[in-house]
């Protein structure tokens, strides 16, 4: 099992600035891919941004060239660095993980933090 702790969640005012952390724990062998999700209100859950192992990501259109994800594999850790950030990037951030290559892992999942972006 993989067990994913998030922090970093708050709120901020309309173009501020925010950064995810998410540490693994447990049988860390078993992910190659970890990633962020997002769900906001009323919505469906959507992929963020996702890293493979070795470094190669993918990013929500929505988010290119506003949000940076990457990765410690010494620390087993996921970051996600969120600029310039929108009343519309409001939703729970969760951090998730698989043990595909696929880019978007689904295998594990965290509790979730709370991003707040007021206008």
């Known amino acids: 099992q993989v067990q994913l702790v998030e922090s970093g969640g708050g709120s901020v005012q309309d173009g501020g600035s925010l950064r995810l952390s998410c540490a693994a724990s447990?049988?860390?062998?078993?992910?190659?891919?970890m990633g962020w999700y997002r769900q906001a209100p009323g919505k469906e859950r959507e992929l963020v941004a996702s890293?493979?192992?070795?470094?190669?990501?993918a990013y929500a259109d929505s988010v290119k060239g506003r949000f940076t994800i990457s990765r410690d594999n010494v620390k087993n850790t996921v970051f996600l660095q969120m600029n310039s950030l929108k009343p519309e990037d409001t939703a729970v951030y969760f951090c998730?993980?698989?043990?595909?290559?696929?880019?978007?892992?689904?295998?594990?999942w965290g509790q979730g933090t709370r991003v707040t972006v007021s206008s």
């Open positions: 998730a993980a698989g043990g595909s290559t696929t880019p978007h892992p689904r295998d594990y």
């Open positions: 890293i493979m192992k070795r470094g190669s990501t």
């Open positions: 447990g049988i860390i062998v078993a992910i190659r891919t």
